[in-house]
């Protein structure tokens, strides 16, 4: 009599996948690869292994303390880069449960998209884009933190199609739904993570500003206000129905959205650069922060050996300017200014 082999419990949900998600989803069982060769876990599917992978990581629990817009706000409620990331995940869940596509790599891909932000948010990330020969960009960063930087130099070893997404989520000022696909991630589940960033964002950051007085409710434009809601919960829901909406109603796997609600996006987008981003009353501490950045950055370069000492290493692994970078980029703001405290303020004497 032949033996019957049983299934183990990963091998079970790559079976459920492959009943119950969209042809356009990505299959766990059908994985690229890592980096490098292990063997499976008998329990988790490949994508699903790697969201836990993120959420156990060290730079995923820095987020809480690294800025969002506000620089160190005093208030409870104002976002950080750890709330947004968990924001990111829950849109972008919501779009690909409603698509049919693989929960577990969207998750992952949002939970691990700003693993490589810098403190002081996108200041910090201007200032090392202009210091660091080469330049930085917080998405190459997040894609080098889980290649590299991870423990201790291992990485995280994640999937291909995790990674993909994590380096092509960003967007800045450019297209929300590329017509070029070599401008997108090579999954839909990445494609979402990228669409529930820019919703995230847009939504959130006028609910800081509002709560931080650097605009109000009136200031936000009747062409945005009329199509998408007077409320961050309408906006956001009104962005959601109508990319689910829409994509279900395609037949060749492409995100879509109707022309009056992304033109609202886009202008909304607008107005929170001219009125948020670029204010002064936002920016005024950004210049402390930059300078703060430059000069822990440059003495790190003329003190070498103190920097391994800092760092707990007896080599560097890449040239310094490239190790320095990788240290200022993954500080939370407190670090950052304790550090730069310990440094180059001089501390009081203490009288016995």
């Known amino acids: 009599m032949s033996k019957t082999i049983s299934k183990t419990i990963r091998e079970t949900l790559e079976e ?27 329990l988790r599917p490949a994508f699903q292994h790697d969201r836990d992978r993120i959420i156990h990581s060290k730079s995923f629990r820095r987020l809480k303390h690294k800025t969002q817009v506000f620089l160190i706000p005093t208030g409870d409620h104002y976002r950080t880069r750890l709330t947004h990331t968990l924001e990111v995940s829950q849109i972008a869940r919501t779009i690909s ?56 130099g291992k990485g995280l070893n994640l999937t291909v199609e995790v990674r993909d997404g994590i380096l092509m989520h960003t967007k800045g000022k450019g297209e929300i739904l590329c017509e070029n696909t070599a401008d997108m991630a090579s999954t839909l589940e990445g494609q979402v993570v990228r669409v529930a960033d820019i ?39 009104t962005m959601v129905n109508d990319i689910i909406k829409e994509s279900l109603q395609s037949d060749d796997g492409r995100l879509s959205i109707t022309g009056e609600v992304l033109s609202a996006i886009w202008n909304l987008r607008e107005f929170l650069w001219d009125r948020v981003y670029e204010n002064e009353a936002v920016h005024a501490d950004f210049h402390k922060a930059a300078k703060l950045l430059r000069e822990l950055y440059q003495y790190f370069l003329n003190h070498p050996e103190y920097f391994l000492t800092l760092i707990e290493r007896e080599s560097l692994y890449d040239s310094l300017e490239r190790c320095v970078c990788d240290f200022l980029a993954g500080m939370t703001d407190r670090y950052a200014f304790n550090l730069y405290e310990k440094l180059f303020l001089p501390l009081p004497w203490v009288i016995l």
């Open 199 to 237: 919703i995230a964002y847009i939504n959130h950051d006028i609910d800081d500003a509002i709560r931080g007085g650097v605009i109000s409710q009136n200031d936000i434009p009747g062409d945005c206000l009329e199509p998408l809601g007077d409320t961050h919960s309408k906006r956001i829901n």
């Open 16 to 42: 459920q996948e492959k009943l119950i998600l969209s042809p356009f989803a990505a299959l766990s069982s059908m994985t690229k690869g890592r980096q490098f060769f292990e063997e499976e876990c008998p």
């Open 97 to 152: 449960k409603a698509l049919h596509l693989n929960e577990d790599l969207t998750e992952a891909i949002a939970l691990g998209h700003d693993l490589g932000h810098t403190p002081f948010g996108h200041a910090g990330e201007d200032i090392l884009n202009e210091i660091v020969p080469g330049g930085f960009n917080h998405a190459d960063q997040s894609l080098r933190v889980v290649d590299l930087l991870e423990r201790d």
